[in-house]
């Protein structure tokens, strides 16, 4: 159901206009601008955008100038983990061998997840309760629950942040047991606080 469910999601996203992309993408960065969570956070780990998903490289370089911290994943496949490296300016982003801009760890500054004070995610699919649909290998999976399970940053939570299109949002999102909430949806439309958030 997951495999079908993410054929439908990213067919549905790769078809959005790539002049309508663009609008709907400045719409959904003046709501995460405006989202007090981002004004109060020092540190924000980001992901960087990868083919139809909502581009994230205008959000990096707006809060660079707004002189915080920024931080993006790198996956580390063998131990089945992201690690965390701080940048300083989003031309330190390389594409990893399937094109996901990460940072170069040899140039970049490692950071730990305690540091953060809020997660970007992303997703192909989620529900209004902050079930996602990833793409299958976990990692965001195992990095929520390690926030989870350590709570830390802004009055003790790490807030995680969705940034998807309203194509994205379906009414139930299949779950299991080891699949992890986001807090927040930002949409092209409209901010979703998430059920179990108390914002």
Known sequence: MKKTLREILIKKRDSIDKKEKELREKSIRKRLFS????????????????????ETIKCMEHALRMGKRIALPVIDRPHKRLRL??????????????????????????????????????????????????????????????????PVGIRGHIPSVALAFEEQIVERIPAESHDIKVDIIITDTRTIFCRDFRS
Not at 35 to 43: G, N, P, R, W
Not at 124 to 146: C, E, K, V
């Open 85 to 150: 490296y701080e940048i300083k300016d989003t031309s330190e982003l390389e594409p990893n061998n399937i094109g996901i801009p990460e940072p170069v760890p040899a140039r970049s500054r490692g950071i730990k997840l305690e540091e953060v004070d809020l997660i970007i995610i992303p997703g192909i699919g989620f529900d209004p309760s902050g079930n996602r649909l990833g793409y299958g290998a976990g990692y965001y999976d195992r990095l929520l629950a390690y926030k989870k399970k350590n």
């Open 35 to 54: 989202l007090k969570y981002f004004k109060e956070a020092e540190t924000i780990l980001f992901y960087a955008s990868f083919r139809s998903e909502v």
